[in-house]
């Protein structure tokens, strides 16, 4: 694609190799390995270098605005969008924005806010003109759900999806696969791959409640 700075396999691998040991997996919902990005966000330095990543791989790339899903793609999207001087749009759960418009029912690889594993998306009614060129951002893909129901949503504002971001993809969910197959002219692009990924973490609700414990795994992994 004219104007993306891609990112082969041999970029900045120590920097994902340091980004890698703070997200931690875990059984979640089902789902055997899950990712968390708590643990980059207590650190300032790797996330400023994952938003300088990001950064690099964007700036010559013809964006009109940045997408961000609930939530956690908010914390990317929006440093993003302020580094690039490009709007920022959020695509919230349904119900969450005043003058808003929502997509069609979705379905997850775990239960959702319906009880059975459907969700809805939302994006404010002046988020996107027709004819913009968006950039979708968010941490993780699994299943392509969530991915596909934004995709839906911005096509539907008359938009162009040129890519989308994540910090990781769930190979064997084969979401991308399926959000590739259905929107061809879409790239989506993970910074970091299942093989970085090497730390273990405990699942939710297996910690206790001390403040003064860590969340590790008994091999010491956390």
């Not at 104007?3 to 900045?12: C, K």
């Not at 708590?38 to 700036?59: D, F, H, Q, W």
């Not at 991308?176 to 970085?196: A, F, I, M, Q």
Request: with cysteine; glycine share 12%; net charge negative.
């Amino acid at each position: 694609m004219a104007g993306v700075n891609p990112a082969t396999s041999q970029d900045y691998e120590e920097d994902k190799r340091k980004i890698a040991a703070v997200i931690p997996y875990y059984a979640f919902k089902g789902i055997d390995r899950f990712y968390d990005i708590s643990g980059l966000l207590l650190s300032p330095a790797l996330l400023r270098r994952t938003i300088e990543i990001l950064v690099e791989r964007y700036k010559g790339m013809a964006i009109d605005k940045i997408g961000g899903f609930d939530a956690r793609g908010f914390l990317l999207g929006t440093p993003l969008a302020l580094e690039l001087d490009i709007p920022f749009f959020m695509l919230r759960k349904q119900s969450k924005l005043p003058n808003s418009v929502t997509g069609d029912s979705y379905t997850k690889e775990y239960e959702g806010d319906d009880g059975k594993g459907g969700d809805a998306l939302c994006i404010s009614r002046t988020a996107i003109n027709p004819g913009d060129k968006v950039l979708l951002v968010d941490d993780l893909i699994a299943t392509g759900g969530t991915l596909l129901a934004g995709l839906d949503l911005v096509h539907a504002r008359q938009g162009v999806v040129v890519e989308a971001a994540c910090m990781i993809e769930l190979g064997f969910l084969e979401g991308g696969k399926k959000v590739r197959e259905r929107n061809p002219n879409v790239t989506v692009w993970s910074l970091l791959s299942e093989d970085h990924l090497q730390t273990r973490g405990l699942p939710p609700g297996t910690g206790g409640t001390s403040t003064a414990g860590s969340a590790c795994a008994s091999d010491g992994k956390c």
